[in-house]
């Protein structure tokens, strides 16, 4: 199994076009900023690298690939999570297409971690994830996505053929901390799995930035989604920034904290060189345990849980 490191870096905002950064953050970044924030981040010790190809419909990937290159022509050691999006109906060679496609826009040989992004079709394609680990083109493979059940089932395919599943990656903050959630953090533990958390920030909600007051750019996805929510959240921030303040570090790190002490390896996107310098604050934060309680308390007494449309039912605690 792979030694995976205690948080990753997301690259979701790097992306433009369909699905990229303009659409679903309202923001452009150009590609000059985003190698800067990649050398960056090396340097502060971040090497999990985290994309997918539907991140800008591969331009994320492509992005990606021009810093890795670099990194690893100077020795640095990175390692590259992507991910396959698996159509409703299975087409076998499906996977093997994707990841190759995957592949050739970052210019690397192999995936560190290859997951399927959506559980669709889970069995089948767990199949053709084994094939292409046993031709050493994943070395670990995860699931996203995925409900407990689904979760279990892509462990027992991948160990019929030979294998494990080394993670799971899924939405998982302070507001999206309901008991299904929980249950399989705690199977993944007791598994050796890696619980790797996205959204800990709920795209820039959970960050300190934006507020009632500092609304998301309001055409973006992410400001339909969060602007009506920021004033009933606004308790939550302003003790996310409290906190900050107490810590010397950005409020944004408070919840990054908060996942890694709820045993989850977080991904955070990182799009300017100052917010790889503040992750590396967060990730080592250690919260009081009141302080954790507190956090909690508040941000369950909203009623709020996010989940994406693209997730499946969230079971309330």
């Known amino acids: 199994m792979i030694d995976f490191p205690a948080c990753a870096v997301g690259t979701w905002a790097?992306?433009?076009?369909?699905?990229?950064?303009?659409?679903?953050?309202?923001?452009?970044?150009?590609?000059?900023?985003?190698?800067?924030?990649?050398?960056?981040?090396?340097?502060?010790?971040?090497?999990?690298?985290?994309?997918?190809?539907?991140?800008?419909?591969?331009?994320?990937?492509?992005?990606?690939?021009?810093?890795?290159?670099?990194?690893?022509?100077?020795?640095?050691?990175?390692?590259?999570?992507?991910?396959?999006?698996?159509?409703?109906?299975?087409?076998?060679?499906?996977?093997?297409?994707?990841?190759?496609?995957?592949?050739?826009?970052?210019g690397i040989d192999c995936a560190d971690i290859y997951w399927l992004h959506l559980p669709n079709n889970t069995e089948q394609n767990m199949r053709e994830f084994a094939q292409l680990m046993r031709e050493g083109k994943i070395r670990a493979a995860g699931v996203s996505n995925h409900e407990p059940?689904?979760?279990?089932?892509?462990?027992?395919?991948?160990?019929?053929?030979?294998?494990?599943?080394?993670?799971?990656?899924?939405?998982?903050?302070?507001?999206?901390?309901?008991?299904?959630?929980?249950?399989?953090?705690?199977?993944?533990?007791?598994?050796?799995?890696?619980?790797?958390?996205?959204?800990?920030?709920?795209?820039?909600?959970?960050?300190?930035?934006?507020?009632?007051?500092?609304?998301?750019?309001?055409?973006?996805?992410?400001?339909?989604?969060?602007?009506?929510?920021?004033?009933?959240?606004?308790?939550l921030i302003d003790l996310l920034r409290e906190l900050g303040k107490k810590y010397g570090v950005a409020p944004a790190q408070i919840s990054v904290a908060w996942a890694v002490s709820k045993g989850t390896v977080p991904i955070v996107g990182l799009t300017k060189p100052k917010y790889a310098e503040e992750l590396a604050g967060g990730a080592v934060l250690k919260l009081a345990d009141d302080e954790i309680s507190q956090l909690e308390r508040l941000a369950d007494s909203f009623g709020i849980v996010s989940k994406g449309v693209w997730e499946p039912k969230v079971e309330r605690k």
């Open 149 to 235: 059940e689904q979760i279990k089932l892509a462990d027992r395919v991948l160990r019929e053929e030979g294998f494990e599943l080394a993670a799971v990656q899924n939405h998982f903050s302070l507001i999206r901390n309901d008991a299904e959630q929980q249950r399989i953090i705690e199977w993944c533990h007791e598994n050796n799995k890696t619980y790797f958390s996205y959204m800990v920030l709920e795209q820039g909600a959970l960050g300190g930035k934006y507020d009632d007051e500092h609304k998301f750019p309001v055409m973006s996805l992410r400001g339909i989604e969060y602007n009506g929510k920021l004033k009933k959240l606004r308790p």
């Open 14 to 106: 790097w992306g433009r076009g369909m699905l990229g950064s303009k659409m679903i953050f309202g923001q452009k970044n150009d590609s000059e900023t985003l190698r800067q924030t990649f050398r960056t981040a090396c340097d502060l010790g971040f090497t999990l690298w985290d994309t997918a190809e539907v991140y800008g419909m591969g331009e994320s990937e492509k992005i990606l690939s021009r810093c890795v290159a670099e990194a690893r022509a100077e020795g640095r050691d990175i390692m590259i999570s992507t991910k396959h999006m698996p159509k409703k109906k299975y087409t076998d060679g499906s996977v093997r297409k994707a990841l190759e496609g995957s592949l050739s826009r970052m």
